[in-house]
């Protein structure tokens, strides 16, 4: 190929060799430098997304541990006791609001943190869930001075549900 002014083109290259290579250096400096700012720019963008998904699931499992200390929270019966050990029974048994008031808050912990939590926990969740919403339903026409014989009946159930579901919630978080 000649140019206008009858330089072939084999020699104008030559003649501008350091003119040529530096344009050739410029735009594979910016075609590398571009691609290492894209996968680094993308690498850091799927370890925020990975840490807050991270951030989230400890936050569901925190939650468990808290309904699950929740659960453990005792009231000693009023009396004599003639046994070593003094009658007790959880908090939520206390009377019918306490109750519903309990379920209330296990609905939302529930519906909160569901979707983070592992399969284990998950499983634990809602055999408790199971019981006490089984328990309610046998239970509307106990009143509440019923309420805590029942607890004191079922205190142990409830000390072994926790500690199997808190037990589930830190072996993610381990």
Not at 89 to 96: I, V
Not at 128 to 157: Q, S
Request: aromatic letters at 10%; proline letters at 2%; glycine letters at 4%.
């Amino acid at each position: 190929m000649i140019f206008e002014n009858g330089v072939p083109l084999e020699e104008l290259l030559i003649q501008n060799a350091s003119a040529v290579f530096t344009i050739i250096g410029v735009l594979l400096g910016s075609v590398v430098t571009g691609a290492f700012g894209y996968f680094s720019k993308s690498r850091e963008t799927k370890l925020k997304l990975a840490e807050k998904i991270v951030d989230k699931k400890l936050e569901a499992h925190d939650q468990i541990i808290n309904l699950a200390n929740s659960m453990r929270t005792v009231v000693v019966v009023d009396g004599q006791c003639d046994d070593v050990e003094l009658p007790r029974y959880p908090a939520l048994f206390s009377s019918r609001d306490k109750f519903d008031e309990f379920l209330t808050y296990l609905s939302q912990v529930q519906s909160k943190s569901e979707r983070w939590l592992s399969a284990e926990l998950k499983r634990e969740l809602c055999f408790f869930i199971d019981y006490i919403v089984t328990l309610r339903k046998w239970t509307e026409n106990v009143d509440d001075f019923g309420l805590p014989r029942l607890g004191v009946a079922l205190c142990n159930d409830f000390i072994d549900m926790s500690s199997r579901i808190e037990d589930a919630a830190h072996e993610f978080i381990n």
